[in-house]
């Protein structure tokens, strides 16, 4: 049996509001917790703030809409307003900028990776494999600080469900605008399965980008604070490249009921898969809101569009968000793809020697990194803490890290501070032998 939500009850719209107490709820204990949901926490308060903002936008553009609608629309966000509250807080207060942003990219790693599998258009697939290996880098990025600068070890937060390893090196993110653009689906062929996949990762990357630009600020390190700012402007550009997937010519109405799918679909698999009993009375609650907000904005939809929901949505529910452990899948993309990089008109090149000499994106790698690229910074620092970068994966992966380096490194536009392969293997060496003498304790 499927799960048409056009066809289930859903909370009334005037039921929805919650007093203070209720929308302030309990932390989790960041020791306790399945990192999962961890992850679960931090895509809804995404979902919510996206949901929350695109009502806004809605009551700004849109001018042939009637006051009680209108309303609606404005009461809707109020209680999207209340939600993300509820989600984001969650987050105790001990878990650490770093241990929550360990957080934010193991959500961006393994959704993607969730994503792409699942994901019926394959050029949508293709966009979706190439970020996974920008957010795994930043991933390992992070890790060397949170160790360098807390003591944590990447397993505290993503407990060996994530690779922590070099992915496609940060500093060869940062891309020409005209390039992150992709090719748009067409809103009346595409699946309903593609378009709340890519505004689900939408919403995630869009809230990590927010994370960074307001809480990179708060440690005293400048390196790390540079670090920030290098992957919160490839959060940026992740943001850039997921919504260009969306087609332009959607009406509002049509968003508006595809993000109430959204949150629908999302809260529909946090509620199948949660763990945490208390966590999961929020899930449930908040689908049978969202249940409401849909059929509210479906009414709408049909006396504005004169056209038929389901049209848009289909009639049955998608999973959009099962957190599972990734690592073989990745590691599969990793070994593939660590060399691809973006081409005009939404291709790729998929190596290296298919680069142009005059490609438009070594401009901006060349300006961004022409005094170094903090994200290599925080590779050579850890060489003083621990000899060698902070790296948790299987052995057989560990094994081929330098190789792997060597082939996503490009050959132009290299940040003077590069961690170049010898100086890594030269590091992993060290370390090996750093180990060696420790065991002998006099
Ligand atoms: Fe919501
Ligand atoms: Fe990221
Ligand atoms: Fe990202
Ligand atoms: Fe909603």
């Known amino acids: 049996m499927t799960f048409n939500p056009l066809e289930e009850k859903g909370l009334p719209l005037e039921k929805q509001l919650r007093n203070w107490h209720q929308i302030v709820a309990k932390p989790y204990k960041k020791q306790e917790v399945d990192c999962y949901t961890?992850?679960?926490?931090?895509?809804?308060?995404?979902i919510e703030v996206e949901g929350w903002g695109f009502k806004h936008q809605f009551n700004r553009f849109m001018s042939d809409i009637d006051c009680d609608d209108r309303a609606n629309i404005s009461r809707i966000g109020r209680i999207e307003n209340q939600q993300q509250m509820t989600c984001n807080w969650l987050c105790p207060a001990d878990q650490s900028v770093l241990e929550t942003t360990l957080g934010y990219e193991q959500v961006a790693v393994d959704l993607t990776a969730w994503l792409a599998q699942n994901e019926p258009d394959?050029?949508?697939?293709?966009?979706?494999?190439f970020g996974l290996l920008e957010d795994f880098d930043h991933l390992y990025r992070y890790a060397?600080?949170?160790?360098?600068?807390?003591?944590?070890?990447?397993?505290?937060?993503?407990?060996?469900?994530?690779?922590v390893i070099v992915g496609r090196p940060t500093q060869h993110h940062?891309?020409?605008?005209?390039?992150?653009?992709?090719?748009?689906y067409d809103k009346n062929t595409t699946s309903p399965q593609t378009k709340v996949n890519i505004l689900t990762v939408l919403s995630g990357e869009q809230q990590t980008h927010n994370f960074y630009a307001e809480h990179g600020f708060m440690y005293g390190d400048h390196v790390l604070r540079e670090t920030y700012a290098e992957i919160k402007d490839v959060e940026e550009e992740h943001v850039t490249m997921y919504e260009s997937l969306i087609d332009p010519t959607e009406s509002m109405f049509e968003k508006a009921l595809l993000h109430e799918f959204t949150e629908v679909c999302n809260y529909y698999t946090c509620v199948e898969d949660e763990t945490c009993e208390d966590i999961k009375k929020y899930w449930e609650?908040?689908?049978?809101?969202?249940?409401?907000?849909?059929?509210?904005?479906?009414?709408?939809f049909k006396k504005y569009e004169k056209r038929d929901p389901e049209e848009v949505i289909g009639n049955e529910i998608i999973i959009p968000c099962r957190f599972k452990s990734q690592k073989t899948y990745v590691q599969k993309v990793l070994e593939k793809e660590v060399q691809k990089r973006l081409a005009p008109n939404g291709e790729y090149y998929n190596s290296m020697d298919e680069i142009p000499s005059d490609w438009a994106s070594?401009?901006?790698?060349?300006?961004?990194?022409?005094?170094?690229?903090?994200?290599?910074?925080c590779i050579n620092l850890v060489e003083y803490y621990h000899d060698r970068d902070i790296v948790e994966a299987s052995e057989n992966l560990k094994n081929k890290q330098v190789t792997l380096l060597e082939q996503g490194l490009q050959k132009k536009s290299v940040a003077n501070n590069t961690?170049?392969?010898?100086?890594?293997?030269?590091?992993?060496d060290k370390h090996e032998e750093r180990e060696k003498q420790k065991e002998k304790i006099i």
């Open 122 to 129: 394959e050029y949508v697939k293709e966009t979706f494999d």
């Open 174 to 184: 940062h891309n020409c605008n005209a390039l992150r653009l992709r090719k748009h």
């Open 419 to 428: 961690v170049s392969p010898d100086k890594l293997q030269e590091m992993i």
């Open 144 to 163: 060397q600080f949170a160790y360098m600068t807390e003591g944590v070890e990447p397993n505290d937060i993503v407990k060996n469900q994530t690779d």
């Open 362 to 377: 070594y401009k901006i790698q060349e300006k961004a990194a022409e005094i170094s690229a903090p994200s290599e910074n």
């Open 38 to 46: 961890r992850t679960r926490q931090i895509l809804m308060n995404g």
């Open 285 to 300: 609650i908040f689908l049978d809101m969202e249940i409401g907000h849909l059929k509210l904005v479906a009414e709408m």
